[in-house]
């Protein structure tokens, strides 16, 4: 076994061992099926394994939650409570903290839900100090993939958006503010319209707002494809990563998006402006914005769309394009993003496994698998910390300290 791990990082030099971005503990407060889980952790890539329904994929979606939005699961924030031995549903809350270690420095995150009155909301804190959540991509990424992702991005073109979005948030903090802004005020913009006599300088100043939203939303979006299609250049170039992962090409587009390509954008703001006013009369009118730009997802060498691939080939070009963004963070803004790779290995053939074991070997930060099948990570080949979710929760009262298994 060692033997094998040594012969393989003979050959490829550049893996690492100790991450530099990388989560040293994790607590679980009254978060869905845990009451009480601590992770005591150490500098190497984790694993959780463990029985169907034990808990695994709830860890990977707290640690999510280290990051604007909804999760890995698009959860509601009542949802993560637990809701076994909770006596009074009402006053109790959820907490997610972790001790997160970078090249930037040792910082503790904090995530919960916040009951005020009949309000509920999820803050966060960063040492203690509470924070905007928008403000903790700036101190750590998180990104993911689960096999109910690579179902959804299929199902519709909304989601295939959303995707991008999440993509995008990690080159632009303020990114998802401005699409959970943008809707916002769509529908603020409708409430406005069915009053007998609406406000006409109201209405312009929302308008002009959804303009400028969307032409920053559908820019920043563009901005994401570009440098990831650059990075495929040089790893086509260089013959990285294609051997085994395909090559992706993502295209947007849009009437925004061409317009953007002929004109400055004050003209195409000015443009959805005059649009937005001629559909005052007419809601049957669709306006062109961020929310009808169409995605389309493609292997790179053979044309193929990610709509028309096999299962397999499709979570390979998902995998792909997770795995090169994360080295676009890393490279591009140091920033490299806590990977969480749900369930992803029983997806896999033995090649493609291995190949993304070398792949995440070789990534600066700090990757999360969860698997029912401890076997399948033997070979992996750098080291993991292995960690027997049943175990911990049945006899160490969900406390756990690392170790390095049976490595
Ligand atoms: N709010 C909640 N309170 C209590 N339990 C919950 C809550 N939400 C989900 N659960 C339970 O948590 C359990 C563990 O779910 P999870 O998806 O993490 O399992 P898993 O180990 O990933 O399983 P699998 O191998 O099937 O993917 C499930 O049985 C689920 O019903
Ligand atoms: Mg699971």
Same mark, same amino acid.
């Given at each position: 076994?060692?033997?094998?791990?040594?012969?393989?990082?003979?050959?490829i /030099?550049d893996?690492?061992?100790?991450?530099?971005?990388?989560?040293?503990?994790?607590?679980?407060?009254?978060?869905?099926?845990?009451?009480?889980?601590?992770?005591?952790?150490? %500098? *190497?890539?984790?694993?959780? #394994?463990?029985?169907?329904?034990?808990?695994?994929?709830?860890?990977?979606?707290?640690?999510?939650?280290? %990051?604007?939005?909804?999760g890995?699961r698009?959860?509601?924030? &009542?949802?993560?409570?637990?809701? @076994?031995?909770?006596?009074?549903?009402t006053?109790?809350?959820w907490?997610?903290?972790?001790?997160?270690v970078?090249?930037?420095?040792?910082?503790?995150?904090?995530?919960?839900?916040?009951?005020?009155?009949?309000?509920?909301?999820?803050?966060?804190?960063?040492?203690?100090?509470?924070? /905007?959540?928008?403000?903790?991509?700036?101190?750590?990424?998180?990104s993911?993939?689960?096999?109910?992702i690579?179902?959804?991005?299929?199902?519709?073109?909304?989601?295939?958006? +959303?995707?991008?979005?999440?993509?995008?948030?990690?080159?632009?903090?303020?990114?998802?503010?401005?699409?959970?802004?943008?809707?916002?005020?769509f529908?603020?913009?409708n409430?406005?319209?069915?009053?007998?006599?609406?406000?006409?300088?109201?209405l312009?100043?929302?308008?002009?707002?959804?303009?400028?939203?969307?032409?920053?939303?559908?820019?920043?979006?563009?901005?994401?494809?570009? &440098?990831?299609?650059?990075l #495929?250049?040089?790893?086509?170039?260089?013959?990285?990563?294609? @051997?085994h992962? !395909? *090559?992706?090409?993502?295209?947007?587009?849009?009437?925004? @998006?061409?317009?953007?390509n &002929?004109? !400055?954008?004050?003209?195409?703001?000015?443009?959805?402006?005059?649009?937005?006013?001629?559909? +005052?009369?007419?809601?049957?009118l669709?306006?062109?914005? !961020? %929310?009808?730009?169409i995605?389309?997802?493609?292997?790179?060498?053979?044309?193929?769309?990610?709509?028309?691939?096999?299962?397999?080939?499709?979570k390979?070009?998902?995998?792909?394009?997770?795995?090169?963004?994360?080295?676009?963070?890393?490279?591009?803004?140091?920033?490299? /993003?806590?990977?969480?790779?749900?369930?992803?290995?029983e997806?896999?053939?033995?090649?493609?496994?291995?190949?993304?074991?070398?792949?995440? *070997?070789?990534?600066?930060?700090? *990757?999360?698998?969860?698997?029912?099948?401890?076997?399948?990570?033997?070979? #992996?080949?750098?080291?993991?910390?292995?960690?027997?979710?049943?175990?911990?929760?049945?006899?160490?009262?969900?406390?756990?300290?690392?170790?390095?298994?049976?490595?």
């Amino acid at each position: 076994m060692n033997n094998n791990i040594l012969s393989l990082k003979e050959n490829i /030099p550049d893996i690492k061992d100790a991450k530099t971005f990388y989560i040293k503990k994790v607590s679980l407060k009254n978060f869905r099926n845990h009451i009480n889980l601590n992770l005591n952790l150490t %500098n *190497s890539s984790i694993l959780i #394994y463990g029985g169907n329904g034990i808990g695994k994929t709830n860890i990977l979606e707290a640690i999510s939650l280290l %990051n604007q939005g909804k999760g890995l699961r698009k959860a509601n924030i &009542e949802n993560f409570l637990n809701q @076994e031995k909770i006596i009074d549903i009402t006053t109790k809350t959820w907490g997610v903290n972790v001790d997160f270690v970078s090249p930037n420095g040792k910082f503790n995150i904090g995530t919960g839900l916040k009951k005020t009155g009949s309000n509920k909301s999820r803050i966060a804190k960063i040492n203690s100090d509470y924070t /905007p959540l928008s403000s903790l991509g700036e101190i750590l990424n998180i990104s993911w993939i689960t096999p109910q992702i690579c179902v959804l991005i299929l199902s519709s073109m909304s989601e295939k958006r +959303r995707f991008i979005d999440r993509l995008t948030m990690s080159i632009d903090n303020l990114h998802l503010n401005r699409v959970y802004k943008y809707d916002k005020l769509f529908r603020q913009r409708n409430k406005i319209l069915m009053q007998p006599n609406s406000d006409k300088t109201w209405l312009d100043t929302v308008e002009s707002q959804i303009s400028e939203l969307s032409i920053s939303i559908i820019a920043r979006r563009l901005d994401l494809i570009e &440098e990831l299609e650059n990075l #495929y250049d040089i790893q086509l170039k260089n013959n990285h990563l294609t @051997e085994h992962f !395909p *090559s992706v090409g993502i295209t947007i587009n849009g009437k925004i @998006e061409q317009l953007l390509n &002929e004109k !400055p954008a004050v003209e195409v703001e000015d443009y959805i402006k005059s649009e937005l006013k001629k559909s +005052r009369s007419d809601f049957e009118l669709s306006v062109s914005g !961020p %929310n009808n730009s169409i995605i389309e997802i493609f292997n790179r060498i053979d044309n193929k769309n990610l709509d028309t691939s096999s299962t397999g080939e499709q979570k390979l070009i998902l995998i792909s394009i997770i795995l090169s963004h994360a080295r676009l963070l890393d490279e591009k803004f140091n920033m490299a /993003p806590i990977l969480l790779l749900d369930d992803i290995i029983e997806h896999l053939d033995k090649k493609h496994r291995k190949a993304l074991f070398l792949e995440v *070997s070789k990534l600066n930060a700090q *990757s999360w698998f969860t698997s029912t099948d401890m076997d399948a990570f033997l070979e #992996y080949p750098s080291l993991i910390d292995k960690i027997n979710l049943q175990e911990i929760k049945e006899n160490f009262d969900g406390n756990y300290h690392f170790r390095y298994g049976d490595i």
